[in-house]
T-cell receptor, first 109, second 114 residues
């Protein structure tokens, strides 16, 4: 099936640092989303992107929908310990979500 | 606000046993879906439904059955459990297919097949 290439797979960062992660696809999508998953819980929506080139912020999080519609990135500024978790990019087709493999973020206080 | 509710949260089965994972949503969403999450992988779509009485296969449907007799409920059935079905299962819903609104996920069912 279709796959998304998400990188990096994991990151260890110091509290206060900025974080960047990205996602690429070989196919074009009309919607990109970023979810966060905490241990033992389901994914929770962080940001949804609906237009190529769109740049959207949610607090310390900023995400962009690539111009080619084949990629997206997520930035987290001034990381804090509660940012720890797994971040998934998701490309949305009409009926189906396609998930990236996730970026596991660990923040060292 | 209950959102998407999954039961049970944990289950251990023996190979060959059958089981139904329950999913219910109280948001009157038309679209519901089931995913499985395996270590080191993203969620993969098992089955989905765009409304009551309508279901379709996702990426990994083998070994699973679904039905959608009501808008609220979307159970996932394992007819004869196999060790390869050990996974974390997530149910999700969204208002409708056509409006691009995001999916809401339940907290998952952790299933182990011995």
């Amino acid at each position: 099936g279709q796959q998304l290439n998400q990188s990096p797979q994991s990151m260890f960062i110091q509290e206060g640092e900025d974080v960047s992660m990205n996602c690429t696809s070989s196919s074009i999508f009309n919607t990109w989303l970023w979810y966060k998953q905490d241990p033992g819980e389901g994914p929770v929506l962080l940001i949804a992107l609906y237009k190529a080139g769109e740049l959207t912020s949610n607090g310390r999080l900023t995400a962009q929908f690539g111009i080619t519609r084949k990629d997206s990135f997520l930035n987290i500024s001034a990381s804090i310990p509660s940012d720890v978790g797994i971040y998934f990019c998701v490309a949305s087709g009409t009926y189906k979500y396609i998930f990236g493999t996730g970026t596991r973020l660990k923040v060292l206080a | 606000n209950a959102g998407v509710t999954q039961t049970p949260k944990f289950q251990v089965l023996k190979t060959g046993q059958s089981m139904t994972l329950q999913c219910a949503q109280d948001m009157n969403h038309e679209y519901m879906s089931w995913y499985r999450q395996d270590p080191g992988m993203g969620l993969r779509l098992i089955h989905y439904s765009v409304g009551a009485g309508i279901t379709d296969q996702g990426e990994v449907p083998n070994g699973y059955n679904v039905s959608r007799s009501t808008t609220e409920d979307f159970p996932l059935r394992l007819l004869s459990a196999a060790p390869s079905q050990t996974s974390v299962y997530f149910c999700a819903s969204r208002r409708t297919v056509g409006d691009n609104q995001p999916q809401h996920f339940g907290d998952g069912t952790r299933l182990s097949i011995l």
